[in-house]
């Protein structure tokens, strides 16, 4: 699609972290929506310098001998990687961004629903608060939100993680902030670069199993084997 040949060209433009726009909206109760809530970003606009993610967070597969079977996801929030279990004692590992203090979360989930190039809703509070990002906002099936695309500050694709029949409002979804892998940076969501995200979008179907580690109990980084 046009988005995804804009993001192979866009793919060496990083961000900078500076202007950073973090979003604490909740959805209402039952009103779930197609859209990311306490994730966020930096528009295109916004940027300042070319800054890449960091080489140490670069996707590979690593020695990680876990019990949970293949195809499961493991986040470790503590040392900024995702697992995507392939069995055998090893996994696909990706460098993350994750929740800031105060957003951390932890437990299971399963995902839900899979968007690609997913809109951003801002709440109300976060457009009074800077007027400014008014101008990237237009009248969008669930409200007043950016559409997704390249200049999208949510990223390729997003992940709806759920436990039960209930929304926990957390997503693994892309950014275009690659700078921002490694760091605690969202509202608590999981963040990968868009081209991190689209490779396990590709590789998880809906139903798949989620684990977020607790911080304090998070295992050290698995060892890479190529």
Known sequence: MVADQALRM????????????????????GGFA???????????????????????????????????????????PGNHYLYLVQGGGQAIRYGVGVGAEGFVWNGLAVIHTKQEWPDW???AEMLARKPELREHMVALQSGIGMPGGPENPIGARAMYLWQGNKDTLYRIHGTNEPSTIGHNVSSGCIR???????????????????????????????????
């Open 10 to 29: 866009l793919s060496k433009v990083a961000q900078s972290p500076n202007r950073r726009v973090l979003l604490a909206a909740v959805l209402a109760t």
């Open 121 to 123: 809703y801002p709440p």
């Open 34 to 76: 197609l859209a990311l809530a306490g994730c966020g970003g930096t528009l295109m606009g916004e940027q300042q310098e070319a800054k890449g993610p960091d080489p140490a967070f670069a996707r590979k597969v690593v020695t990680y001998p876990s019990p949970e079977p293949a195809g499961t996801i493991i986040v470790d």
């Open 192 to 226: 990968l670069t868009n081209e991190d995200v689209i490779d396990l979008y590709n590789r998880t179907p809906i139903g798949t199993k989620v684990v977020v580690l607790a911080t304090a109990t998070a295992p050290p980084p698995a060892a890479a084997t190529q």
